[in-house]
């Protein structure tokens, strides 16, 4: 039984980090019908900002407390992220836009994008790869044979306060309105005076910004940054989306979730290398049954 | 005569670079570049059936190559290495099995394929390449989770089909030299590959694959079986890459899961978008230059004095050719899709952009 429940509990975790990820997808394929393949290096970017960040705070020049620096490391990573996330949509999804290119270059400019940041981090700070030093002092519960560290529940709580967070933007403000109208007809939205260039800005900041969130309590959880990290985490994460039904908020969480609990699950009963060939089956699998996702809307084409 | 002078033309040159390589005119470099031309060759072509004239978007390709490489291996060792037990055949049917076992592998490949067909009846283009994507990593994580082929070590033993060819070579055409069999199968593979492409695309049965990149409902009005064309052109592209990765093998005598990721497939779509969607002598063009481009990033001295002006700037930045070439490369094509989209010829043929070759060729 306790070994059931520290499962489960690590499940949620490993879902969270899906969760925090592919809530960024969703939002920028939500608006822009597009996939952004490199919000998964967008993630990776987010770590090594949170490195930086948490080194110069702690560092000499400035020295706060471990503590501190966690609180001001939060919003500084995040603006930071937002800020790179928000480059890439100016300098290569921006331009096609206006020519309104093919949908499909600028999926490919999206991926090409990803393996350029991958590469130009690995070209200028070489392959070695960094520790991230700890800045919550590590609690540990006991209740019975689980334990329960309070990194795991910071992470569980900002997945599902992001959720929240986000939900109620989509939902209840006139910025989601905007979104979901970019979404339903790009055409008409102009004419009723929306600003969409703002709306699609706006965006990538919210997707951009969680996922630095979600790079910096990655990189507190498991403190070895390199290069490479963002590569397959992103592509699960994006599995989870659209497993979820991508474009909906509440598929991306709960299918970020899914997935953790499926990993968890595999590497529980499997040997742990059969991870990513059982979760890539099952994204197959569910997209043969349901091609747009668990809460996804099926599309219609007119002829 | 004018149908014939461009096939005259290639034969004449695959002859020429034979007799260069088998008297030491080009050294072993030369020829590997050639062999590696030829092979990007199959690959763009291949990948120019799908995501060219039919307009889906698959960036799994590299996957197909894996699974063609891996059986055509596991064959080869079978039937000429000590591996798994005694050799099946002697030594002198080398020359002949060879052909057939690099066949086999794109069968299998071709065969695989269809799970990325099967989902491409019902999904569209974004879902595709997710598919595509999963299927490349699906293949890679297979072969690594298999221990009696080597798993992520990598699987070898392919060398010993290629010294058995040599050995049997009849003493009349060898000479002193070795004569170079490897080198033959991928000049023909290639020219095999072209003609079957050139001819599958331009038939009327092969038309249909144009029409479902123009319009697929349209297409499927209009008596275009789109599921079987879709499925045939799916066979067809993934056989091709499946050959590519079985020579690719017997080149190089060491295959890796890892050498099979998406960045392998990154190459093949760079030389597809390189050379322009939809034409078949774009993508031969564009990866010949690709090739090249390659070879000349991965010398040190080139890419030191691209990068001198950086260098100079920040004295203590020593960069590597192998890590700035994924930089530059995918640079290259968003670059391409920022300014230029349609590629070199960009949906046009040779003939079309120099008019005057139709005296000698035609490309019906």
């Keep these: ?303 | 005569m004018r149908k014939y002078t461009l096939n005259v033309l290639m034969a004449a040159l695959a002859v020429v670079l034979l007799l260069m390589a088998q008297y030491h005119v080009i050294d072993n470099y030369i020829q590997a570049v050639v062999m590696f031309v030829g092979i990007n060759i199959m690959m763009s072509t291949s990948l120019n059936l799908v995501n060219g004239n039919m307009g889906e978007f698959t960036c799994g390709h590299a996957a197909f190559m894996c699974v063609g490489a891996y059986v055509a291996s596991i064959l080869s060792v079978l039937c000429f290495g000590s591996k798994f037990g005694d050799p099946l055949f002697p030594e002198s049917m080398a020359i002949f099995v060879f052909p057939v076992i690099v066949i086999i592998g794109g069968i299998v490949a071709a065969l695989s394929s269809i799970l990325v067909a099967l989902p491409s009846f019902k999904t569209r283009d974004d879902y595709l390449a997710i598919i595509t994507i999963a299927v490349n990593y699906m293949v890679i994580s297979a072969i690594e989770n298999m221990d009696f082929i080597g798993g992520s070590r990598g699987f070898q033993g392919m060398k010993d089909t290629v010294w058995a060819m040599v050995d049997s070579t009849p003493g009349w055409l060898a000479g002193d030299n070795d004569f170079p069999w490897v080198f033959l199968y991928v000049v023909l593979f290639t020219g095999l590959s072209i003609w079957v492409i050139r001819r599958f695309i331009t038939s009327t049965y092969g038309k249909g694959v144009n029409a479902i990149c123009q319009d697929e409902v349209a297409a499927e009005i209009m008596s275009v079986n789109t599921n079987k064309i879709k499925t045939v052109n799916f066979m067809i592209a993934a056989g091709i890459a499946g050959c590519a990765g079985g020579l690719f093998a017997h080149i190089v005598g060491y295959v890796n899961p890892q050498s099979f990721n998406i960045l392998k497939s990154t190459e093949a779509m760079v030389m597809v978008y390189l050379g322009g969607m939809g034409s078949l002598s774009g993508a031969v063009i564009s990866a010949v230059v690709f090739t090249g481009l390659m070879e000349v990033l991965r010398s040190q001295a080139i890419m030191d004095f691209l990068l001198a002006p950086a260098t100079f700037v920040f004295p203590e930045w020593e960069p590597s050719a192998g890590v700035i070439k994924w930089v530059m490369i995918p640079l290259m094509l968003v670059l391409i899709m920022q300014f230029r989209p349609e590629g070199i010829l960009g949906n046009k043929e040779l003939s079309d952009v120099f008019p005057k070759l139709k005296k000698y060729y035609t490309f019906k």
């Design chain 1, 1 to 303: 039984m306790d070994f059931i429940i520290q499962n489960i509990l690590n499940a949620l975790q490993w879902g969270s980090f899906y969760a925090l990820i592919a809530l960024g997808y969703t939002l920028v394929y939500g608006v822009l019908r597009l996939i952004n393949f490199a919000h998964g290096d967008i993630f990776m970017v987010g770590a090594y900002i949170a490195f930086f960040v948490a080194g110069f705070l702690l560092g000499p020049a400035i020295g706060l407390s471990p503590l501190m620096t966690f609180a001001l490391a939060i919003p500084l990573t995040m603006f930071l992220t937002a800020c790179v996330g928000v480059f890439l949509e100016r300098v290569a999804y921006r331009p096609l836009r206006r020519k309104g290119a093919h949908r499909l270059y600028v999926v490919i400019t999206a991926l090409m994008c990803g393996l350029i940041l991958e590469y130009s981090n690995l070209a200028v700070l070489g392959a070695s790869r960094l520790k991230f030093p700890e800045l919550v002092e590590k609690t540990v519960w006991h209740f019975g044979g689980v334990t329960l560290t309070n990194l795991k529940v910071i992470v569980i709580v900002a997945a599902v306060a992001v959720f929240a967070f986000l939900n109620f933007i989509v939902t209840k403000t006139k910025i989601g309105m905007a979104m979901r109208g970019i979404s339903y007809d790009k055409f008409a939205i102009p004419l009723m005076g929306i600003p969409i260039d703002q709306i699609i800005v706006f965006t990538f900041i919210l997707g951009s910004g969680f996922a630095g969130l979600a790079g910096l309590l990655f990189a507190m959880s498991y403190p070895v940054l390199e290069p490479f990290m963002g590569m397959l985490i992103g592509w699960k994460a994006f599995i989870a989306a659209v497993v979820g039904g991508i474009g909906d908020i509440r598929g991306a969480f709960y299918g970020g979730f899914l997935l953790g609990f499926i990993e968890v699950g595999v590497v529980t009963v499997f040997p742990s290398t059969y991870r990513d060939l059982f979760a890539f089956t099952i994204l197959l699998i569910i997209l043969w049954i349901k091609p747009t996702g668990l809460f996804g809307m099926p599309q219609s084409t007119k002829i």
